[in-house]
């Protein structure tokens, strides 16, 4: 079974500029997560999506950030414009049913660099 | 809120040395309690779970025991290998929220 994946791994650009960041969950997982992951911290969540609903983006920067989840399955995060304090580490994750106790499966992340 | 502390990093030990990584949480309710490991280069992976107090969750030698009347979830192992080398993250889940709580992590190096 694949796992969740994510592109791109690695990603450079200048302030200001807009970056997109793609996610592909396990199929079938209804649910869907962004979390940051600032250098030498634990993950926090963006975003949780359940199916296309985002039901969860009160820490979601929503000036700058923005996320879709189109017909339940893909999602991309976007930021525009970027600042220096964006990078980080965007984790994207999985679940079942988290409703149920699913388990949460993370992808290997985008590291994302302004200059 | 809820929160997550884990101890203070990074933790250097030896092979075949014995582990432990505390972790204290603060939350309403009664939350589910997780360790997750992040290999270098990869996502996390959950490497145990306890739903419930005095559950305990092990797996791949590694245990750690919900102790509600203390709030931590300590990871132990007895016998650590250089394959252990990973980043290891305490958190939380409150089914009301329905999104992990996540410490700061700590990062175990083993030397051969």
């Known amino acids: 079974e694949a796992g969740v994946v994510q592109s791109p791994r690695y990603k450079i650009i200048e302030k200001k500029q807009p970056v997109a960041f793609w996610c592909n969950p396990i199929?079938?997982?209804?649910?869907l997560y962004w979390y940051l992951q600032n250098l030498g911290q634990g993950p926090e969540l963006l975003i949780r999506y359940e199916n296309e609903e985002a039901v969860d983006d009160s820490q979601l920067p929503k000036d700058r950030f923005s996320a879709e989840r189109l017909k339940g399955v893909d999602s991309t995060l976007k930021i525009q414009p970027a600042e220096l304090g964006d990078s980080a580490v965007y984790l994207c994750?999985?679940?079942?049913?988290?409703?149920?106790?699913?388990?949460?499966?993370f992808g290997p992340g985008t590291r994302l660099t302004v200059t | 809120g809820n929160s997550v502390t884990q101890m203070e990093g990074p933790v250097t030990l030896s092979e075949e040395a014995f582990l432990t990584i505390n972790c204290t949480y603060t939350?309403?309710?009664?939350?589910?309690l997780f360790w997750y490991v992040q290999y270098p280069g990869e996502g996390l992976q959950l490497l145990l779970k306890a739903t419930k107090a005095d559950d305990k969750g092990s797996n791949k030698g590694f245990e750690a025991t919900y102790r509600k009347e203390t709030t931590s979830f300590h990871l132990e192992k007895g016998s650590v290998q250089v394959s252990d080398s990973a980043v290891y993250f305490c958190?939380?889940?409150?089914?009301?929220?329905?999104?992990?709580?996540f410490g700061q992590g700590t990062r175990l190096t083993i030397n051969p």
């Open positions: 939350a309403t309710g009664y939350p589910s």
């Open positions: 199929s079938g997982h209804n649910t």
């Open positions: 958190a939380l889940s409150n089914r009301g929220a329905q999104k992990l709580v």
């Open positions: 994750a999985s679940s079942l049913d988290q409703a149920r106790g699913g388990e949460q499966y």
